[in-house]
């Protein structure tokens, strides 16, 4: 069975969250290959993906809690895949630079023929808007606890027999996303651009 879903808005963990793999600027700033280990978090703000489609195997989603580190709670729909490839992906991280203002570091890969690769990812969002999404094989309503085709990140605490989703497989074209935190065991980052300029420049 596959499901279709256009237009997806996550104000309150509705069906068809989905991870774009894009979330990665913080860790490329201290890489210097297209491949690496990455495990990290945004702390006190959020960030913009965006990708012009995605597919993968082994999706999941549920819903906690992430803690800034000054302490803000932010409830959070996260979305796990096993194994993502993302076209044409877009990340904008702001700045704010004492003295010298808001600045934008950028990072794009996947758009040059080769996408963008991700094993074990999940990203924790607040917002997602699609042109569409299809999920095959779809599980709704699936304790957290019991889930076999997607994962629950091990660094998140959750309730076992809470609400959750699954999918065999997803795809999703026009992604758009507001996220605050990622991690994953392997990015591989094909035609990877990343850079740093004076101003907002959002990915949308």
């Known amino acids: 069975m596959s499901q279709r879903i256009g237009k997806t808005h996550w104000k ?21 290959q297209g491949a690496l280990a990455a495990s990290f978090s ?42 993502a490839k993302v076209v044409d992906m877009c990340q904008s991280v ?5 003295v010298l203002g808001t600045y934008t570091m950028t990072l794009k890969a996947g758009g040059e023929g080769t ?16 042109k569409s999404g ?19 990140n091990p660094k998140d605490h959750v309730d076992p027999n809470g609400y959750a989703q699954e999918a065999d497989t997803v795809k999703i074209i026009d992604a758009r996303q507001t996220v605050w935190a990622s991690t994953a065991g ?6 990877l651009h990343m850079g740093i300029s004076a101003g907002r420049h959002d990915c949308f």
């Open 94 to 98: 702001p700045v704010d630079i004492p």
């Open 42 to 83: 945004i702390s006190g703000s959020d960030f913009k993906v965006s990708a012009a489609s995605l597919s993968g195997t082994g999706f999941g989603n549920y819903a906690t809690v992430d803690v800034t580190k000054n302490g803000k709670h932010v409830p959070v729909a996260v979305s796990s895949i096993k194994n």
């Open 134 to 152: 299809t999920f095959t094989n779809i599980d709704i309503g699936v304790a957290t606890g019991s889930m076999t085709k997607g994962q629950v």
């Open 12 to 32: 309150r963990f509705a069906i068809g969250v989905v991870p774009t793999v894009a979330a990665t600027a913080a860790v490329a700033v201290s890489m210097a």
């Open 186 to 191: 392997t990015f591989e980052l094909a035609g």
């Open 115 to 130: 996408p963008v690769r991700a094993k074990d990812l999940y990203l924790d969002m607040t917002d997602l808007q699609a």
